[in-house]
């Protein structure tokens, strides 16, 4: 389909809301739905918010009386909002629970029972490249979700209410509506009204942490998460093992390990689970490989380095963690990433620069400064091994955790 721009210019009388949002990283995995439609979890889950300094998507929204249906563009490309069934059910929930429009001085511009007469047009993009393999629903879908409740007044009846809604979009979207750490609690009832997400820390508790994410996406196809987690849930054991005995007491330890800021835990539990998710995916019928042989070299790596830190009695040098797909996702502290970036960079660098390989808009190593890249330790080079022609890493993002959506701009015609 070709690339196409909605005009975004204001009409009279309308009002234009546009905002951002953040990516998330489970470091406890959602995998299964015990209901489809209204996008219930079989289990809890945990994650981190990445900072929008390195990734976000950006949407912007204009309500008017004189369009004649809603529209949006993804990244240039017409979507069908009233075809799309997530896209849709996220529009009508916040649609039905606008409120009135009040400028600064007090003076209602749009009656919350003028709202029917307004259709919207939205524009969203990502920051990064969909054909990558990163998961953008999650914070597509949040920022959706955040422009539209800013856009239609909507003020939540309780905590967590607005990451319900967005949960109806796609699951893990419910937990990029906060920054830091984020769980989204399962729930029990049955229209879903419990299960949404919790801030469990800010962006500002853990300051030291950093997340690397290591892009071994090859453009091959995948299952998409939403076909594969339904055929997990039908056909593999471990699954529902995982979802009645395993997830509840690891998101006990994980909350835990986060809020003392305990790494060696942390990372344990988060390799421990990415794990196990990636095994009830091989237990899944047909199976189902999100990981290639980039993503099992870099498992290798840092559980080499991490034995290595352990014989000199340290606590562990970095996690991984893997989504649907091969990409790595790297957990480590300030101290030991760029040694691990210069680590990546020695491995897996092709020919060409490490600025045009690593991208670090945040400043946050020593790429793009005229600084010498730290020494690799001697140990870690051998204890890494020597990597394999099919072994490729095709970019490096450096980023840490942060805040959820902003609103980055909001005005009117009246
Ligand atoms: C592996 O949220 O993309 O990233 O709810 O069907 O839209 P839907 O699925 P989605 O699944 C994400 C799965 C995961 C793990 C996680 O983020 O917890």
Redesign the pocket.
């Known amino acids: 389909m070709s690339q196409v721009t909605l005009d975004t210019t204001l009409p009279p009388n309308s009002i234009s809301v546009t905002c951002t949002a953040p990516v998330?990283?489970?470091v406890i995995?959602?995998?299964g739905?015990r209901d489809t439609k209204l996008?219930l979890p079989i289990n809890s889950?945990l994650?981190g918010t990445i900072d929008q300094g390195s990734m976000r998507s950006k949407t912007t929204i204009i309500a008017s009386k004189d369009f004649e249906k809603d529209e949006m563009t993804l990244n240039g490309k017409i979507e069908n909002i009233t075809s799309s069934k997530r896209l849709n059910a996220v529009l009508e929930l916040i649609r039905s629970r606008a409120e009135d429009l009040v400028d600064a001085e007090g003076k209602v511009l749009i009656k919350k029972e003028d709202w029917p007469a307004y259709k919207i047009r939205v524009v969203s993009e990502n920051n990064f490249p969909t054909a990558a393999g990163l998961?953008s629903?999650?914070s597509g879908f949040a920022c959706f979700t955040s422009c539209l409740a800013t856009l239609f007044s909507f003020k939540e009846k309780f905590d967590g209410e607005l990451s319900s809604i967005a949960r109806q979009g796609?699951?893990?979207?419910c937990r990029s509506l906060y920054g830091g750490w984020v769980k989204w609690v399962m729930g029990e009832h049955v229209d879903g009204s419990d299960s949404y997400a919790v801030q469990v820390a800010d962006e500002k508790h853990w300051p030291e942490m950093r997340v690397l994410i290591l892009v071994a996406h090859g453009g091959q196809k995948e299952v998409p998460?939403?076909s594969g987690?339904e055929t997990s849930v039908l056909t593999s054991p471990l699954l529902a093992y995982r979802a009645k005995e395993i997830v509840e007491p690891r998101m006990k330890a994980m909350e835990e390990a986060i809020l003392k800021k305990d790494f060696a835990s942390f990372a344990e539990i988060t390799m421990k689970d990415s794990n196990q998710?990636h095994a009830t995916c091989l237990d899944t019928y047909p199976p189902i490989f999100y990981m290639n042989q980039t993503s099992k070299r870099i498992i290798h790596i840092i559980h080499a380095l991490n034995d290595l830190a352990a014989k000199q009695g340290l606590p562990p040098v970095a996690a991984y963690t893997y989504?649907?797909g091969p990409n790595a996702v790297i957990y480590t502290l300030e101290e030991n990433m760029e040694k691990l970036l210069a680590l990546f960079n020695s491995l897996f660098k092709p020919t060409g620069s490490t600025e045009e390989w690593i991208a670090d808009p945040m400043g946050l190593s020593f790429v793009g400064k005229n600084v010498a890249a730290p020494e690799i330790p001697k140990e870690w080079v051998e204890a890494a091994g020597s990597i394999r022609e099919d072994e490729k890493v095709y970019n490096v993002f450096v980023s840490q955790v942060g805040p959820g959506p902003i609103i980055t701009e909001k005005k009117n015609s009246f």
């Open positions: 998330n990283i489970a995995k959602y995998w739905k996008i889950s994650s998961a629903s999650a796609s699951g893990s979207a998460s939403t987690m998710f989504d649907a």
